[in-house]
């Protein structure tokens, strides 16, 4: 895939924000509710995965009612190894994602284990890893926003 997406991957992508279907075949309910092809789903879905267009393609699965949990948490990256940095986080499995803010503590993530108890471990493991104090924000009250980006 080059350049940016076109008018069919637009209303693939703002349709899938709306949900996913639980069915046998997903794709092809997908791909019946915008008058596509199952395998057209499938392969826009990967391509735009692999262009970068979407950063993932997945479930988002509450955490605590699976009996693990989350914590939003900082560190405090030297600008010259962010990068480094960053690539390490994306490596570790209890990290979900990371991202660049403008402020002391310029990367944050969220840790996301199995259980309350691993919340700590895979912090110390981030600590061990980058040698960096890891700062945690432990969630105190759930929102939901519904956020939807129109592609």
Not at 23 to 49: H, K, N, S, T
Request: glycine fraction near 8%.
């Amino acid at each position: 895939m080059t350049g940016a997406p076109d008018a069919v991957d637009r209303r693939l992508i703002n349709a899938l924000q709306g949900g996913f279907p639980v069915v046998p075949r997903p794709f092809a309910a997908v791909a019946e509710a915008l008058g596509l092809d199952e395998d057209d789903v499938i392969g826009r879905i990967a391509r735009l995965v692999e262009a970068g267009i979407l950063s993932r393609f997945g479930p988002m699965l509450d955490a605590e009612r699976l009996g693990g949990a989350v914590c939003l948490c900082a560190l405090a990256v030297p600008p010259e190894r962010f990068d480094v940095v960053a690539a390490m986080l994306a490596d570790m499995p209890a990290v979900a994602h990371n991202y660049e803010r403008r402020h002391a503590l310029n990367m944050w993530f969220v840790l996301a284990t199995e259980t309350p108890q691993g919340i700590e471990a895979a912090a110390r493991a981030v600590e061990a890893a980058t040698g960096l104090a890891v700062a945690r924000f432990p969630k105190e009250r759930e929102y939901f926003i519904g956020m939807r980006v129109e592609a």
